[in-house]
C-alpha cells in the first residue's frame, strides 16, 4: 500500500540551529516525483523542493537541502540556520499515479 | 500570474445539507485535484479532474462529486453533510511537468 511515515510529530529547536525532517515513503509508481511542502497556519500548502525518483543527487537549494536515498525509500529534509518565519507544518509527498500521498506531517516550531 | 484560487473561504453547513466548493486552477494548469485535510492530519485525496472527466477518484463516497468546465476550473459537490465532512479543502492543479500549486483552501463547519 502506498502511504508516507513522518515519525516526527513534533520538533522545537531554536533560531539559528540546523533541523532535519524525516520522511519514509510507499508508492505503486516505479518512476515518481517527492515534494515537500510547508503549511503555516493560513492552511496554503507552499511548495518547497522537488524530486524525481531517478535522480538520487542531493543538493542544496539557500537554506533547504535533501537527502534522497531511493534504496530505502527515504527523502529527508533539511534546513539550515532555521528562522522563526519556518514555524509551519511540513509534509513529504510522493507521487502515486499521477496524485500526492500525504502522511501526517512533522510540526516544527523554531523559537527566537 | 494567479496562482490557485478557491471560493469561499470559510463555510459553516448544517448536517444534511449540500455544499458547492470552487476552485480555478493556476493559469496555464489543466488538471484539477481535490484533497480533504481534517485537523491535524495530511491531506487526503478525493479526486482529479482532465479533461472534464473524473480520472481517478480516492477512497471517498460517493457523497462527493466533481465536475470540471472547459475553462479548466471545477467544483466540488458534497451531499448529505456529515459532523466528520468537517475539514479544510485544498483544491491543486498542475500539468504535464507535475508542478502541483495549491490553493489556500475552503474550511469547511458542520453543525
Known amino acids: 500500500a502506498q502511504k508516507v511515515t513522518q515519525a516526527q510529530t513534533e520538533i522545537s529547536v531554536v533560531e539559528k540551529e540546523d533541523v532535519t525532517l524525516d520522511c519514509v515513503y510507499e508508492t505503486r509508481d516505479t518512476t515518481y516525483y517527492l515534494f515537500w511542502y510547508k503549511q503555516p497556519p493560513s492552511g496554503e500548502l507552499v511548495f518547497l523542493i522537488r524530486r524525481n525518483s531517478f535522480d538520487e543527487q542531493n543538493e542544496i537549494s539557500g537554506r533547504y537541502s535533501w537527502n534522497f536515498q531511493k534504496s530505502t525509500s527515504s527523502f529527508n529534509f533539511t534546513i539550515t540556520a532555521s528562522q522563526v518565519v519556518d514555524s509551519a507544518v511540513y509534509f513529504c509527498?510522493?507521487?502515486?499515479?499521477?496524485?500526492?500521498?500525504f502522511g501526517k506531517g512533522t510540526k516544527l516550531s523554531v523559537k527566537p | 500570474d494567479a496562482g490557485v484560487t478557491q471560493s469561499p473561504t470559510h463555510l459553516i453547513k448544517t448536517r444534511g445539507q449540500q455544499v458547492t466548493l470552487r476552485c480555478s486552477p493556476k493559469s496555464g494548469h489543466d488538471t484539477v485535484s481535490w484533497y480533504q485535510q481534517a485537523l491535524g492530519q495530511g491531506p487526503q485525496f478525493i479526486f482529479q479532474y482532465y479533461e472534464e472527466e473524473e480520472r481517478q477518484r480516492g477512497n471517498f463516497p460517493d457523497r462527493f462529486s466533481g465536475h470540471q468546465f472547459p475553462n479548466y476550473s471545477s467544483e466540488l459537490n458534497v451531499n448529505a453533510l456529515l459532523l466528520g465532512d468537517s475539514a479544510l479543502y485544498l483544491c491543486a492543479s498542475t500539468n504535464t511537468d507535475y508542478g502541483y500549486t495549491f490553493g489556500s483552501g475552503t474550511r469547511l463547519t458542520v453543525v
Open positions: 509527498a510522493p507521487t502515486n499515479q499521477g496524485n500526492l500521498i
